[in-house]
Each structure stands twice: as C-alpha cells, then as structure tokens.
C-alpha cells in the first residue's frame, strides 16, 4: 500500500505531465501559426523586427554575448555539465540528472520542431546560426534552466531570476535579429513544457532529494 506521502508525489507529477503536455501543444500551435501567412503572429513579428532595431541599441553587446552564452559549446555542452556537476557536489545526485536530462530532451525536441517548421529568419541577422527559426533554441535553453532551478529549488527569488533570465535572453535573440518574436514565445513555453515532462518522469527521486536536504 502506498503511503499518503508517496500519492502527494505522484499527484504533483502527474500535474507536471499534463501541465507540460497542454504546453508542448501549445508550442506545436504558435508554430503552426508562424506557417500561415495571415497570421496575426506575422504581423507582429514583421513590426517588433522593424522596431526593435532602435530599441535599446546600446544594449546590443550585452544581446552578442547572450549569443554565446545561451547555445553553441557553451550553451549546449558546458552549461549543462557544469550545472549538473554543481548540483552532484551539492549532494543533489537526482538534480543533476534532471539537469542533464532536461537539457538533452529541449535541445532534441527544438531541432525536431526546427525541421518539421523550417521557418525562414529574418534577413537582417547579425548572428550565424543554424536553419530553422521557430523555435528559438537560446530561448528553450534559457526556459530549461529557469524551469530546473525552479523546481529543485523552489523559491520565490530563483523564479524571479529565472524569468528575467529567460525574457533577457528572448530579447537578445530579437535585438540581433537571429530570430522573430514568436520563436522566442514558442521557445520559453516549449522549453517549461519539456522540462516538466521530464520532471514528471523523474518526480519521485527529485522530491525525495529536495525534502531530505531541506529537512
């Protein structure tokens, strides 16, 4: 018989799964919007495009560097290796395989969603960057990490960073033109979407990690 503990658990992963479901489909949706011509979606693309060009121009190398940062080697490979390695030194074993995990399922999950949409970028990048606009890979980095953090360390303030992380990092992929805003939109909900898909799979260990520590 499972204790009312274990039933809490399983029921706070279940809620992940359908949560990160809806929002996956959601993510499948803003995609297939950015596919049809008269989209709204397009419109407002085609103007923050245009307008973000003066916004904040003093801004830009910060947006260069988040470039770097948010994808690539760094972004793909050392991010995610050192996140978890911290995570292993802070005894948090299980962190660090969600972390790990999470990252390789988002980055998989963009690439396919990369081919099957094929979106164009906008002619105006400033950046090199792979085919494929929709989603924005930095951004589901970016939603990766905030989503992780959140839920292995479930603070008001760690939510707060991580958002700024992610809307940061959403704007700089618009200011060098690397993407259209709705690929950033896609990206940041994709990116939560996939990290609860994976935390739900792995609900019972995290939890029991994050309860023993913080005993």
């Known amino acids: 018989m499972s204790r009312p503990a274990d039933d809490h658990v399983i029921s706070i992963g279940l809620r992940m799964a359908i949560v990160g479901g809806v929002m996956l489909l959601a993510a499948i949706g ?3 919007a950015t596919a049809v011509t008269d989209s709204d979606l ?3 693309d085609a103007w923050w495009n245009a307008y ?3 916004f904040l121009p003093g801004f830009r190398d910060v947006s260069f560097f988040m470039n770097t940062v948010g994808a690539g080697v760094v972004g793909t490979y050392v991010v995610p290796l050192a996140g978890a390695a911290l995570l292993a030194l802070a005894r ?3 962190g660090a395989v969600f972390f790990l995990a999470a990252s390789v399922v988002g980055a998989l999950v963009v690439q396919v969603l990369k081919g099957i949409f094929g979106r164009v970028r906008p002619e105006e990048m400033l950046v090199i960057s792979d085919h494929g ?3 924005s890979g930095h951004t589901a980095n970016a939603a990766v990490i905030a989503t992780v953090a959140v839920i292995v360390f479930p603070r008001v303030w760690v939510a707060l960073i991580g958002f700024a992380w992610v809307v940061l990092m ?3 992929r618009t200011q060098v033109h690397a993407h259209w805003l709705s690929d950033t939109f896609g990206a940041a909900t994709l990116g939560v979407a996939t990290t609860l898909l994976v935390a739900a799979a792995l609900v019972v260990p995290v939890t029991g990690e994050r309860e023993r520590i913080a005993r």
């Open 170 to 172: 959403a704007f700089s």
């Open 42 to 44: 397009i419109d407002l």
């Open 92 to 94: 948090r074993p299980w």
């Open 30 to 32: 803003i995609g297939i």
């Open 52 to 54: 973000v060009t003066t």
């Open 133 to 135: 606009s929709y989603p």
